[in-house]
């Protein structure tokens, strides 16, 4: 789920089909996560957060699994639709630093009815 | 469903002027945070306030930059000499309280220096 420069991942599925959003943290300290979905020319929409002693948080159609050993988050998408196309940002909160979220750089789901 | 609102949605000033960006956070909310993001790159951290104070600021939010909490419902950022890089997305968010809560956020002000 990290950028590289200007270009976003891209993730391309099939309407109907499950979605797996991957992102990465390097920091050991963060304790605490949220996904959130960005749609264009709107702010990011808050979808769903967990804290780093769980491993697994469902939703609506949506879980995030956790795995602090390997440093990974993932936003999993049941039966993604059309109104799901956006673009997706983790988010971090270190531990050492007060409220401030640390963004990750994103990843463009479309998806193709 | 209560939002954070923001005006204007689009400001465009020459470089060098001031510019004030207005955000009206969700009413029940007592943290204020401000974002920005540079087109094609990542969501930015610039500061937090709580209780009428700077709670926390990063390396970006420097003396040109200010926040202040003007009434009980706006929360506003101040560019004082506005540069050609701070042209960006400024997106205000707001929490219920503070610690690991979710940030809402508003839909943003595209901010063009020329």
């Known amino acids: 789920g990290e950028s590289v420069g200007l270009h976003l991942p891209t993730l391309s599925v099939q309407e109907g089909d499950n979605s797996i959003i991957n992102c990465a943290y390097s920091?050991?300290?963060?304790?605490?996560f949220i996904w959130y979905k960005q749609e264009s020319g709107k702010g990011p929409q808050f979808i769903i957060d967990?804290?780093?002693?769980?491993d697994k948080r469902q939703g609506q159609r949506v879980t995030v699994l956790l795995n602090k050993t390997v440093k990974h988050l993932s936003l999993q998408i049941a039966a993604t639709q059309p109104g799901d196309s956006a673009v997706y940002f983790c988010a971090e909160n270190q531990d050492n630093a007060g409220n401030m979220l640390t963004f990750g750089g994103g990843t463009r789901l479309m998806v193709k009815p | 469903e209560p939002e954070v609102t923001q005006t204007p949605s689009h400001q465009v000033t020459q470089m060098g002027q001031e510019v004030i960006l207005r955000c009206v956070p969700i009413s029940n909310h007592l943290y204020f945070y401000w974002y920005r993001q540079i087109l094609g790159q990542k969501v930015e951290f610039l500061v937090s306030f709580y209780n009428n104070e700077i709670s926390e600021k990063s390396e970006i939010f420097d003396d040109q930059f200010s926040v202040e909490r003007p009434d009980g419902s706006n929360f506003t950022l101040k560019i004082r000499s506005t540069k050609l890089e701070d042209s960006a997305m400024y997106f205000c968010a707001s929490s219920e309280r503070g610690g690991r809560q979710p940030q809402h956020f508003g839909d943003g002000t595209r901010l063009s220096i020329l």
């Open positions: 967990i804290r780093s002693n769980m």
């Open positions: 920091n050991s300290a963060s304790d605490y």
